[in-house]
């Protein structure tokens, strides 16, 4: 079963340009969990969704936003990029509705902003 | 406010020993805890979890010991390999409504010296 993909692998952007980040979950998991990794701060919760809908969202900015399409692909997107957006953006995909499932996590996409 | 710390930054252990990795956390109302392992490049790799309503799972060499009254989270890894060589994440989900949402203490580097 292939895991879950997340393309493209390295972006470069630079202050106030827009990117949207993509997520294949692995086959028939329906939930998409987004994250943000930084030395600083850590691994950080973005936002969930299941179904197509946004179910739980972390202390982010409204530059960062998702969403998820009717076969579970998910993209997130931020605008006016900044400086301390640079980071590792990791998604996860679980496969039931629950709260508690393990989270399998895609290789990320790595951003930096110039 | 970190709710989920990992006080030790990094551990080094000789192959075949015992490493101990230790988790803390603030609130009470965590109620499902997982371990992550992490290389360079890649996302981080599910390894084991518990619920609160236990004190112990185990899963080959992975042991995850619960002490709920002193909110403390260890993961023993026996016998120690170098291929163990990581960062090692604690994530919890808070329950209730946390669907998604991980929230990860800061890490721990374990190098395993053959």
């Known amino acids: 079963k292939a895991g879950v993909t997340q393309t493209p692998r390295y972006l470069i952007k630079t202050r106030g340009q827009q990117v949207t980040l993509s997520c294949s979950p692995i086959?028939?998991?329906?939930?998409v969990s987004w994250y943000q990794q930084t030395p600083g701060q850590g691994l950080q919760f973005l936002f969930e969704?299941?179904?197509?809908?946004?179910?739980n969202k972390g202390n982010f900015p409204g530059r960062f936003s998702g969403r998820q399409f009717s076969n579970s692909r998910s993209e997130m997107n931020v605008s006016t990029l900044e400086l301390g957006d640079s980071a590792l953006y990791l998604c996860?995909?679980?496969?039931?509705?629950?709260?508690?499932?393990?989270?399998?996590f895609g290789p990320g996409t790595r951003l930096t902003v110039l | 406010d970190q709710q989920v710390k990992q006080n030790s930054p990094s551990l080094s252990v000789q192959e075949g020993r015992i490493s101990i990795l230790n988790c803390d956390y603030t609130?009470?109302?965590?109620?499902?805890f997982l371990w992550y392992k992490k290389y360079p490049a890649e996302g981080p790799t599910f390894l084991i979890s518990?619920?609160?309503?236990?004190d112990k799972n185990e899963d080959g060499r992975f042991t995850v010991f619960l002490n709920k009254s002193a909110k403390h989270l260890s993961l023993h890894i026996v016998p120690s390999q170098p291929g163990d060589s990581a960062v090692y994440f604690c994530?919890?989900?808070?329950?209730?409504?946390?669907?998604?949402?991980?929230?990860f203490g800061q890490g721990t580097i374990l190098t395993v010296h053959p």
């Open positions: 086959s028939g998991h329906r939930s």
């Open positions: 996860a995909s679980s496969l039931a509705q629950g709260v508690y499932n393990e989270q399998f």
């Open positions: 969704y299941f179904s197509e809908t946004q179910r």
């Open positions: 518990i619920s609160s309503i236990k």
């Open positions: 994530a919890v989900f808070a329950g209730g409504t946390s669907y998604g949402k991980l929230t």
């Open positions: 609130n009470s109302m965590f109620d499902y």
